[in-house]
């Protein structure tokens, strides 16, 4: 019985723990391959929290 080492190429998926999150409406813009769970604010190019977020800086 001859032994053929067969080397499955798995795809090794690594799923990146950072998130880049927008401030405003909580959705997931990008996703970082950071060591551990991290969270990142940010601003995500939907109008109406670019909107919001001018009327914020004016305060
Ligand atoms: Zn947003």
Redesign the pocket.
Known sequence: MSQTNHVKLAAIHRYDLGVVI?K??N?VIATLPTDGYKKFYS??N?M??IEKNKEENKR
């Open positions: 927008c405003l409406c959705e601003l995500c939907a109406s929290c």
